[in-house]
């Protein structure tokens, strides 16, 4: 039996089934105008943008997604994969392929491609591979949709972000690095099994550097409106001697320690880290393009931000940042910081501006 070799052949219409009538609405005659189609695109199809664009979709988001990545079966076989569940989801078109310029006229360009850490392994080791991968990348997708929000992912990820907005030559206020959006969030996971509270009311941020020199923010914890340190100082017990103890400095810093461990401990147990930062650029990417005005600890252009830095460095790394349509739309630069907690992020900003530099942008 000969086979059909495509739908129209089995008579189905291009236009829609002819099962259905279609009714011509004029402009006018009560139709309402169409809503502007989202256009969302991931640039590397890892464990990271797969877990991004899939979190995305879960989301009802994004009318198109697009999937870039170096490896041509890899993708298409990704975007065959999520397609796929296409009965269970809202309707997106999904479209995948090497080629940057696929991405063309995007609301949002997502950037995951490149090197990721092996076990021990920091994320500033990965700069010189990745930055020459984000100099035939970003020029390329900065051209493709010039009028774009450019979110970066890719490690490390401040570092990254200020290649990102030099190649692409866009304002700052349209290059958002994901900075520690996804180590607060691991911040507020401990603290609230500590507190046995949900995660989404324990308010607390981790800002600087997304990596070793990232800054815990204690002096501003709270939950339900009210400071929650000293009520970890008056009451922390010691698992380990079942004793009260004072909830001291070593205290402090070994929950932030656990926090930077983290993503060291997962890439140990299973090679990569993926289904938190999907949740992660996720909501981030929500903020952006609902226009929510929501705050998130994000890798922006600190320039003159950081007490204690000089005014003229050009260097990324978290803040809280107000967030919509327009990208970053305020920072939060006068935060109120323990004389540690400032000592720290001026480490954090150091540490990042000696690298943005030593690049000669
Ligand atoms: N900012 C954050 O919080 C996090 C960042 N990351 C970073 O995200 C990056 C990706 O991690 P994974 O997805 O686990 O790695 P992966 O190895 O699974 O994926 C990277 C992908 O990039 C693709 N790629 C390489 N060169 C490319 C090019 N020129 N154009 C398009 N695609 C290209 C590769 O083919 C591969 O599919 C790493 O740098 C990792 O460190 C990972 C987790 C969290
Ligand atoms: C790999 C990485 O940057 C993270 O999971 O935090």
């Given at each position: ?25 004029a ?32 989301q ?8 870039i ?100 030559g ?19 996971f ?7 509270v ?8 981790m ?61 140990k ?15 981030i ?11 998130h ?44 907690e ?9 540490t ?10």
């Amino acid at each position: 039996m000969k086979k059909a070799s495509s739908l129209s052949e089995l008579g189905f219409d291009a236009d829609g089934p002819s099962f259905f009538r279609h009714l011509s609405l004029a402009d006018g005659d009560g139709a309402l105008p169409r809503r502007r189609l989202i256009k969302i695109s991931v640039i590397g199809a890892g464990n990271v943008g797969m877990a991004i664009a899939q979190t995305i979709l879960t989301q009802d988001l994004a009318d198109e997604i697009i999937l870039i990545d170096a490896v041509a079966d890899k993708v298409r076989g990704e975007m065959l994969d999520l397609q796929h569940a296409a009965a269970f989801l809202p309707r997106v078109n999904i479209v995948s392929g090497t080629d940057v310029s696929l991405t063309r006229s995007s609301d949002l360009v997502i950037v995951t491609a490149g090197a990721r850490q092996i076990p021990g392994e920091t994320r500033l080791n990965l700069l010189q591979r990745n930055v020459s991968l984000f100099r035939r990348i970003v020029p390329a997708a900065a051209e493709a949709s010039p009028e774009s929000l450019l979110l970066i992912v890719s490690n490390p990820v401040d570092v990254l972000t200020y290649v990102a907005w030099k190649l692409s030559g866009f304002p700052a206020s349209r290059v958002i690095g994901s900075g520690t959006n996804l180590d607060s969030s691991r911040f507020r996971f401990l603290l609230a099994e500590h507190l046995e509270v949900s995660a989404q009311d324990v308010q607390a941020y981790m800002v600087g550097e997304h990596g070793d020199s990232s800054v815990a923010l204690w002096s501003s914890i709270s939950v339900a409106g009210m400071p929650v340190l000293a009520h970890l100082q008056k009451n922390h017990r010691s698992s380990a001697a079942s004793k009260t103890k004072q909830f001291d400095e070593a205290a402090l810093e070994g929950i932030r320690r656990a926090v930077v461990g983290s993503a060291y401990e997962v890439i140990k147990l299973k090679g990569y880290t993926s289904w938190a930062i999907g949740y992660s650029v996720a909501s981030i990417a929500w903020s952006l393009l609902r226009d929510q005005h929501r705050i998130h600890p994000v890798s922006v252009l600190a320039k003159g931000l950081v007490r204690g830095i000089p005014a003229d460095r050009e260097l990324f790394l978290s803040l809280p940042a107000r967030l919509g349509r327009a990208g970053v739309l305020s920072v939060a630069a006068e935060l109120v910081l323990t004389d540690e907690e400032e000592r720290r992020l001026r480490i954090s900003a150091e540490t990042l501006w000696g690298y943005c530099n030593a690049l000669g942008l």
